[in-house]
């Protein structure tokens, strides 16, 4: 009977490796399954190392191409949304998928799911078959749905999932409504004054010039002229330098010394940083109630949590829970010792460890400050929406202002 090498996850998510004796790589992975561990690589002793069976499923319908690109997220909703209620209806995961790409119009989406079923007939479990699709499955989906699967319960975890993606979906909207007001007022505002400054102050710099002669203009008046000036003899250098300025931040963003900055200027500005801190400790405690409620063990889910959190200061923040948990320590501890977490969220995780209830009461958190942001985002709008406009006014009437003055002078003089 052959060796096989092995590499695998057990319960907490941790990788070990090891040989086992097997009649074949499939009931190596069986063997493996049985106790408990999840394997990631499985390999004949001598032959190099290659996925375990089911990770690349072999046969006449493996051979499709891995589908590219990414799909929605309201897709992906739907997909997981359906895919639940048909198993929940008594019909076979693979039965379900069949017909699930029969009628899914999403190109990228019908290839993915069909190169699903063909993973799944050929003998893969369907949590390592999603997991070939990192670009549409994230880490989140599969442990979950690998959880549901050794839990006997995929149709529950799929509709939790669902319920998961849904209600992120709506937190992410909130908090693209709330940024996108003030920068499209802000837009708008430049356009406008560009659009003054090089086109309308001209024109009455010309009318001053003619019917004022040498006589000096009003300070305010001087300034604009000055501005429209400048603007004018340098608009490609200020448009050019506004270009080089959008890409360079992005790149700086994408280091991690800017990523680290720009998340936690995120947490500290005055009136979006609430709404930030408010909308990370909800996907915080969404996702870790949703994992650790799924089955998912609590050192890897919050693994999950941190990979998925959107903000490195939070992310390092689970991170040094997950070093206490791993100790055996409380989780409430590292959470007050961030100084990130709010006094309410550790109080209510204390108790739901306290009373072994703690994956519920951290799905309560999240639908609180669900609430919280919903509530933040409605203020901040009603605030934001006349503070924009008195900007507005007090820019383009300082223009107008500029361009009033001097023509009082002029009809004074005609008067005289």
Do not use: C
Not at 81 to 104: F, N, W
Request: charged fraction near 20%; hydrophobic fraction near 45%; avoid cysteine.
């Amino acid at each position: 009977m052959p060796n096989y090498e092995y590499k695998a996850l057990d319960a907490q998510g941790n990788e070990t490796t090891g040989v086992i004796s097997a009649e074949s790589e499939a009931d190596a992975v069986s063997q493996l399954r049985a106790a408990s561990v999840y394997p990631t690589e499985v390999a004949e002793q001598g032959k190099g190392s290659k996925k375990s069976k089911g990770a690349r499923p072999k046969g006449k319908k493996a051979g499709r191409r891995r589908a590219g690109g990414r799909i929605s997220s309201k897709a992906l909703m739907i997909f997981t949304r359906q895919l639940a209620t048909l198993i929940e209806s008594g019909l076979p995961l693979l039965r379900g998928l069949t017909v699930l790409s029969k009628q899914e119009p999403n190109p990228v989406l019908k290839r993915t799911i069909m190169q699903l079923t063909d993973s799944v007939q050929a003998g893969g479990t369907f949590s390592e078959s999603l997991a070939q699709h990192p670009r549409i499955f994230n880490k989140l989906y599969v442990n979950m749905v690998k959880a549901g699967e050794l839990g006997g319960v995929l149709e529950l975890v799929l509709a939790r999932l669902a319920d998961y993606q849904e209600k992120a979906q709506k937190l992410k909207n909130k908090i693209v409504s709330a940024m996108i007001y003030p920068v499209i007022v802000m837009l708008i505002a430049v356009a406008i004054v560009i659009f003054l400054l090089l086109f309308i102050v001209p024109r009455f710099e010309g009318i001053f010039a003619d019917m004022l002669g040498d006589q000096q203009l009003p300070a305010i008046t001087r300034f604009v002229t000055g501005a429209s000036e400048f603007v004018g003899n340098n608009i490609l250098f200020i448009l050019g330098g506004a270009v080089v300025a959008f890409f360079a931040y992005g790149g700086w963003v994408r280091t991690k010394v800017g990523r680290r900055v720009v998340d936690s200027l995120k947490l500290k500005m005055p009136v979006f940083g609430d709404i930030q801190l408010k909308s990370a400790v909800a996907r915080f405690t969404r996702t870790l109630g949703t994992l650790v409620t799924s089955g998912v063990p609590i050192l890897q889910a919050l693994n999950i949590t941190r990979d998925t959190a959107g903000n490195v200061v939070v992310s390092d923040a689970i991170s040094k829970v997950h070093d206490a948990v791993k100790e055996g320590e409380s989780i409430v501890h590292p959470l007050e010792g961030s100084k990130i977490f709010p006094s309410m969220v550790i109080s209510m995780v204390d108790v739901g460890e306290e009373t072994g209830q703690l994956p519920d009461m951290l799905l309560k958190i999240a639908d609180v400050y669900d609430d919280e942001v919903d509530n933040a985002v409605s203020a901040m709008t009603s605030l934001l929406e006349p503070v924009m406009i008195v900007v507005l006014a007090i820019i383009v009437g300082t223009i107008v202002l500029a361009l009033f003055m001097p023509m009082l002078d002029i009809i004074g003089g005609m008067s005289s």
